[in-house]
């Protein structure tokens, strides 16, 4: 038996250019018995509320019908929203000859995080293998879509039902989103079963990235032994082709990177996606001489090439002359156009036109925001003009923590690194350091002491070792404040922070998209009240 995992990397609701990528791959697969696509590749993942439009859903079916009229001896498995009387699966539909032979509806539809399945599909209470023939044999298929895999979570054994059924192998397709640690917590899943149950099972994922979300691939089949017969790239489309009548050589170096590469390839393609399927092609950086805005500039390099990525450095009075200097050495050792725009007139200006509020009082946060916001109305309006987007630079510790300056800091499309802590900033650019033929990154950048520079010696009021994972704690893991004193965090250092995480949820909500990498990232995964007096109390 021969089998294809077409781990594709289809647009959220582009349905003509998708259905096209999936006939392309059907029609250059001619030799495989099976071919199996990723869940709702047809429309892409996630839908959202376009799974509301009803011409959209006849559209998807209308696409679907186009392509089945292409498949024949093989066995073809497509993901696609399906309407049947007046309810809405996530489906699989299994096709071959030109007919579509049966569906396998979603099962079990994830509500947590960032998914929100039941606000539009109906959960299915079918578990039954689909039978089909290869090459003249009969074949009992088990299919199962994404969280049925997880069903043991569930107490709902979906896996061990259709091979009570007569399942001969089981076909699970997936839109998983990378998050760290993921590819072990899928490949644990599915050794241990393979090897209970003596049974292949097969996974296609999907890959490419929308919006908040990345989707690493990483297709994999694993034999009756539970041994990982194939496995396919990370971040990138593959076509992983499996031979039972032959060995398959495990691509190893892509299945064991660091836990640095993985995230730089992330956010790399995050970012990289983000700009392609929004017709952009330019970014906008503004380069402050610091880690963040040199982390984010590295990414976007690697992402959309250096001759789409803008450097620019706004110098104010405050501004020291080693944080110029490292922001033109990052833009020359990155190769990017790089400009100066002093903003000193400028807010002297301002200063002056509001001095019915501002003559005569002291200098404090209202005239270090004003440096931050007029440093954001710069980059926006070059990028208007240059028809570029701006990249937000904010990391996790400093939204949580409500550290950054909404207009100002805050600004931009696409939060590159705002789901990375403070402390990961710095691994991960020691890690592209150390990974490139020369420092990319300059060392004065990594080493010196963070400041936003906006006053005279003014430095970030923050241990970053210490603070940032507890503000993990507090966003991932969702330790209460006891729990973390335990740990042996300072009580006061805690309800502090507790405080500052609290009151900055309207920052939040004004912030960029941020690409997600971790189990817990702000935006769509995580919903709290904006107004919100709920305190924690012994």
């Given at each position: 038996?021969?089998?294809?995992?077409?781990?594709?990397?289809?647009?959220?609701?582009?349905?003509?250019?998708?259905?096209?990528?999936?006939?392309?791959?059907?029609?250059?697969?001619?030799?495989?018995?099976?071919?199996?696509?990723?869940?709702?590749?047809?429309?892409?993942?996630?839908?959202?509320?376009?799974?509301?439009?009803?011409?959209?859903?006849?559209?998807?079916?209308?696409?679907l019908?186009?392509?089945?009229?292409?498949?024949?001896?093989?066995?073809?498995?497509i993901?696609?929203?399906?309407?049947?009387?007046?309810?809405?699966?996530?489906?699989?539909?299994?096709?071959?000859?030109?007919?579509?032979?049966?569906?396998?509806?979603?099962?079990?539809?994830?509500?947590?995080?960032?998914?929100?399945?039941?606000?539009?599909?109906?959960?299915?209470s079918?578990?039954?293998?689909?039978?089909?023939?290869?090459?003249?044999?009969?074949?009992?298929?088990?299919?199962?879509?994404?969280?049925?895999?997880?069903?043991?979570?569930?107490?709902?054994r979906?896996?061990?039902?259709?091979?009570?059924?007569g399942?001969?192998?089981?076909?699970?397709?997936?839109?998983?989103?990378?998050?760290?640690?993921?590819?072990?917590?899928?490949?644990?899943?599915?050794?241990?079963?393979?090897?209970?149950?003596?049974?292949?099972?097969?996974?296609?994922?999907?890959?490419?990235?929308?919006?908040?979300?990345?989707?690493?691939?990483?297709?994999?089949?694993?034999?009756?032994?539970?041994?990982?017969?194939?496995?396919?790239?990370?971040?990138?489309?593959?076509?992983?082709?499996?031979?039972?009548?032959?060995?398959?050589?495990?691509?190893?170096?892509?299945?064991?990177?660091?836990?640095?590469?993985?995230?730089?390839?992330?956010?790399?393609?995050?970012?990289?996606?983000?700009?392609?399927?929004?017709s952009?092609?330019?970014?906008?950086?503004?380069?402050?001489?610091?880690?963040?805005?040199?982390?984010?500039?590295?990414?976007?390099?690697?992402?959309?090439?250096?001759?789409?990525?803008?450097?620019?450095?706004?110098?104010?009075?405050?501004?020291?002359?080693?944080?110029?200097?490292?922001?033109?050495?990052?833009?020359?050792?990155?190769?990017?156009?790089?400009?100066?725009?002093?903003?000193?007139?400028?807010?002297?200006?301002?200063?002056?036109?509001?001095?019915?509020?501002?003559?005569?009082?002291?200098?404090?946060?209202?005239?270090?925001?004003?440096?931050?916001?007029?440093?954001?109305?710069?980059?926006?309006?070059?990028?208007?003009?240059?028809?570029?987007?701006?990249?937000?630079?904010?990391?996790?510790?400093?939204?949580?923590?409500?550290?950054?300056?909404?207009?100002?800091?805050?600004?931009?499309?696409?939060?590159?690194?705002?789901?990375?802590?403070?402390?990961e900033?710095?691994?991960?650019?020691?890690?592209?350091?150390?990974?490139?033929?020369?420092?990319?990154?300059?060392?004065?950048?990594?080493?010196?002491?963070?400041?936003a520079?906006?006053?005279?010696?003014q430095?970030?009021?923050?241990?970053?070792?210490?603070?940032?994972?507890l503000?993990?704690?507090?966003?991932?893991?969702?330790?209460?404040?006891?729990?973390?004193?335990?740990?042996?965090?300072?009580?006061?250092?805690?309800?502090?922070?507790?405080?500052?995480?609290?009151?900055?949820?309207?920052?939040?909500?004004?912030?960029?998209?941020?690409i997600?990498?971790?189990?817990k990232?702000?935006?769509?995964?995580?919903?709290?009240?904006?107004?919100?007096?709920?305190?924690?109390?012994?």
């Amino acid at each position: 038996m021969k089998i294809r995992l077409a781990q594709i990397n289809p647009i959220v609701g582009n349905l003509e250019s998708n259905a096209q990528l999936i006939i392309r791959t059907i029609k250059s697969s001619g030799e495989y018995d099976i071919i199996v696509f990723p869940e709702l590749s047809l429309t892409g993942y996630p839908p959202q509320d376009l799974l509301l439009d009803s011409n959209f859903i006849h559209k998807s079916a209308e696409m679907l019908e186009t392509i089945k009229e292409i498949v024949g001896e093989q066995i073809v498995i497509i993901g696609f929203p399906r309407r049947n009387g007046n309810d809405l699966f996530n489906s699989a539909a299994v096709i071959s000859k030109g007919e579509i032979i049966g569906y396998h509806d979603k099962i079990l539809l994830p509500t947590y995080d960032v998914f929100d399945e039941k606000r539009y599909f109906k959960s299915s209470s079918i578990i039954s293998p689909i039978k089909a023939e290869i090459n003249g044999a009969p074949l009992s298929i088990g299919v199962q879509i994404c969280e049925d895999l997880w069903g043991d979570d569930y107490d709902t054994r979906i896996t061990e039902t259709l091979i009570d059924k007569g399942a001969e192998l089981i076909i699970n397709i997936s839109a998983s989103p990378y998050r760290k640690n993921i590819l072990d917590k899928r490949l644990k899943l599915c050794v241990d079963k393979s090897y209970r149950l003596k049974y292949y099972f097969i996974y296609c994922n999907l890959v490419g990235a929308q919006d908040e979300l990345v989707f690493d691939g990483r297709s994999f089949i694993i034999n009756s032994d539970g041994d990982v017969e194939c496995m396919g790239k990370a971040f990138e489309e593959d076509m992983i082709d499996f031979d039972s009548n032959q060995s398959n050589a495990l691509n190893k170096s892509k299945s064991q990177m660091s836990e640095c590469e993985e995230l730089f390839m992330a956010l790399s393609l995050g970012v990289r996606d983000y700009f392609k399927k929004s017709s952009f092609s330019k970014a906008l950086i503004g380069l402050s001489g610091g880690i963040d805005s040199s982390l984010t500039a590295a990414i976007a390099v690697d992402a959309i090439g250096k001759d789409n990525v803008f450097g620019i450095s706004m110098p104010s009075s405050f501004s020291s002359e080693h944080s110029m200097k490292d922001a033109y050495s990052l833009a020359e050792n990155l190769g990017i156009k790089f400009e100066t725009i002093p903003i000193n007139n400028i807010f002297t200006e301002f200063l002056g036109e509001m001095g019915s509020f501002f003559a005569g009082t002291d200098s404090g946060l209202a005239e270090e925001n004003l440096q931050a916001r007029i440093r954001g109305n710069i980059l926006m309006s070059i990028a208007n003009k240059i028809n570029a987007l701006v990249l937000n630079t904010g990391n996790k510790t400093e939204l949580a923590l409500g550290y950054c300056t909404m207009y100002g800091d805050m600004c931009g499309a696409l939060g590159v690194i705002s789901d990375l802590n403070k402390k990961e900033v710095y691994k991960l650019s020691k890690w592209i350091n150390d990974s490139s033929k020369g420092p990319l990154i300059p060392r004065n950048s990594i080493e010196k002491e963070p400041s936003a520079e906006l006053k005279e010696n003014q430095y970030d009021p923050f241990d970053y070792n210490i603070v940032s994972p507890l503000v993990d704690h507090i966003i991932n893991d969702i330790f209460d404040q006891e729990t973390l004193t335990n740990m042996g965090y300072d009580p006061v250092l805690v309800k502090d922070i507790y405080r500052r995480i609290y009151q900055s949820e309207y920052k939040r909500r004004q912030a960029p998209p941020g690409i997600k990498v971790s189990e817990k990232a702000f935006g769509a995964g995580r919903r709290y009240p904006i107004i919100n007096q709920y305190r924690e109390r012994k």
